[in-house]
C-alpha cells in the first residue's frame, strides 16, 4: 500500500468511548513521532474540546490534525478513506451510520475497525464488500472490542496452544465466561436498542437465529453449534452455565473467523460460548432477566417507554468505575482425548475501559500492517493474528494459564 498522508485516523472522536480511543493512543503513541494520526467527527468545536483535552496528557496533541464530515455522506467517507492506512470508527450504531465509511474503505483499500455488535450489519458488510476487499487489499474488521476480541483471539490462542502441544486440530473450542464486571454507555444502550427495533425485519431475525450465519460456507450443513440453552451443569469445567448476553453475536464471529480458517468443514472446531454461574438459581435468574429485557425492549411502546430513562449516546461510566471492572474468560480447545486451554484476563472495565484499548491496539496494527495477510471482511484472529496477542498486554488484555477467576 502506498504512503498516505495519515497511518489512522478515529472516527467519532467526540463521543464517549471516541473520546477513550483518543486519549488511550495519545498515552501511548507519540503524536506526530510514532504514528500520524488524525480525528475524525461531525462538529468542529466539540473535536478541538477533545483535542484540547488530549493536549492536557501530551502538549504535542495540540497539533493534531481535525477531519470535518458526516458519517451518512457517502461523498464524504469516500474522500476520507483514501488518505489513511486505517480507519477506526466508534460511530455506532453501524447499521445505521456505518455503511458508507465501510463501503469507502473497501473501495479505497483502506483497513478499518470498528465495535459493532450487529450480526446483521456484519452479515451485510460480507455480502457487499468481501469480493471488493479481496481485491483492493482492504481489512474490514468489525468487532474489534469486547465485542468479540476476547472470544475470536481467546480461541485462536488456545487452538495453536492445542497444535503445538497435540501436533494436530481440536474438534471444538468452548469458551466460559468465569467473571463480568462493568458498566454501560449510552452508545453500547443505543446500538441495542437498534437491533430490538430492527428484529421485527425478517431478514435481520434470520441472521440472528443461525448460529453460523457469518460463515464463510454458511450454507453447509448445521452441526450441534448453538448459542442459546438452558441453565445445566457442564462436565467439562463441573459448574452450572447457561446462555451469556453477547454469545449470539461473539459465537457467529468466531465462527467466521473459523470458516475462513479451516475452509472444509468436516475439520473445522466447533465453538461453544457460555456463563458460569455459581448455582442453578443464580443461572436461572440470569437467563430470565436476559430474555425478560429482550422480549420487552422487542415490543414498541414499552421501547420508547424506557428510552429517555437510560444512558444517552455521549454518555458512560465514569473513570473509577472504568478502573474497578474486569473480566475472566476460560478458553479451552479440546478432542475428546487431549485438551489445552487459554485464561483471558481484562483488568478493565469490559465495555469501556478495556474495549477502547483493545480497538486501539487493533487499529494500531492495522495501520503497521503487522499480520499480512489478503483482504476481505476478517475476523480479528483473522485479520491480525499473533500481531494481535502481543499488543493487547499493553492494553490489560492478557493470555496466560489458570488463577483468579470462579
Not at 60 to 65: E, I
Not at 88 to 106: D, E, K, N, S
Request: glycine letters at 10%; one cysteine or more.
Amino acid at each position: 500500500m502506498p504512503t498516505r498522508e495519515f497511518d489512522l485516523v478515529l472516527c467519532g472522536a467526540t463521543g464517549f468511548t471516541g473520546a477513550l480511543v483518543a486519549q488511550y493512543l495519545t498515552r501511548h503513541e507519540s503524536v506526530g513521532r510514532d504514528l500520524r494520526w488524525a480525528l475524525h467527527g461531525r462538529n468542529r468545536a466539540k473535536l478541538e474540546a477533545v483535542r484540547a483535552e488530549l493536549a492536557g496528557i501530551d502538549p504535542a496533541a495540540a497539533q493534531l490534525p481535525l477531519l470535518v464530515g458526516d458519517a451518512l455522506d457517502p461523498a464524504a467517507m469516500a474522500e476520507l478513506a483514501p488518505r489513511a492506512t486505517a480507519i477506526a470508527t466508534t460511530v455506532g450504531p453501524y447499521a445505521r451510520y456505518g455503511r458508507p465509511l465501510a463501503a469507502a474503505c473497501a473501495k479505497a483499500g483502506t483497513h478499518y475497525c470498528d465495535l459493532t455488535g450487529e450480526a446483521h450489519f456484519v452479515r451485510d458488510l460480507i455480502d457487499q464488500h468481501h469480493d471488493t476487499c479481496r481485491a483492493s487489499g482492504a481489512k474490514l474488521v468489525p468487532a474489534c472490542g469486547f465485542d468479540s476480541i476476547p472470544s475470536d483471539i481467546g480461541a485462536l490462542v488456545a487452538i495453536d496452544r492445542f497444535a503445538q502441544a497435540h501436533g494436530r486440530a481440536p474438534t471444538r473450542v468452548d469458551t466460559y465466561v468465569r467473571v463480568v464486571k462493568g458498566g454501560f454507555s449510552g452508545g453500547t444502550m443505543a446500538s441495542q436498542l437498534s437491533i430490538s427495533e430492527l428484529s421485527a425485519d425478517p431478514a435481520v431475525r434470520k441472521v440472528w437465529a443461525d448460529p453460523r450465519s457469518l460463515c464463510a460456507d454458511r450454507g453447509a450443513p448445521r452441526t450441534d453449534e448453538a448459542d442459546i440453552f438452558p441453565v445445566a451443569i457442564d462436565k467439562r469445567i463441573d459448574k452450572w452455565t447457561g446462555t451469556f448476553l453477547m454469545a449470539p453475536f461473539n459465537g457467529k464471529v468466531v465462527r467466521r473467523g473459523l470458516s475462513l480458517r479451516y475452509p472444509d468443514a468436516a475439520g473445522r472446531p466447533r465453538y461453544r460460548e457460555q456463563m458460569v454461574f455459581g448455582s442453578w438459581a443464580q443461572g436461572q435468574a440470569y437467563t430470565t432477566g436476559l430474555w425478560s429485557m429482550n422480549a420487552s425492549l422487542s415490543v414498541g411502546w414499552f421501547r420508547r417507554l424506557v428510552t429517555p430513562m437510560l444512558p444517552q449516546p455521549g454518555e458512560g461510566p465514569v473513570e473509577a468505575a472504568r478502573k474497578a471492572g474486569r473480566f475472566v474468560f476460560q478458553v479451552v480447545a479440546s478432542d475428546g482425548d487431549a485438551q489445552a486451554e487459554v485464561w483471558v484476563r481484562g483488568d478493565q472495565d469490559p465495555g469501556y475501559g478495556s474495549t477502547s484499548g483493545m480497538l486501539s491496539e487493533a487499529a494500531l496494527c492495522l495501520a503497521r500492517n503487522e499480520h499480512p495477510c489478503e483482504g476481505g471482511v476478517l475476523t480479528p484472529a483473522t485479520a491480525m493474528g499473533q500481531a494481535l496477542v502481543k499488543r493487547l498486554p499493553r492494553a490489560g488484555v492478557t493470555f496466560g494459564e489458570r488463577g483468579g477467576g470462579r
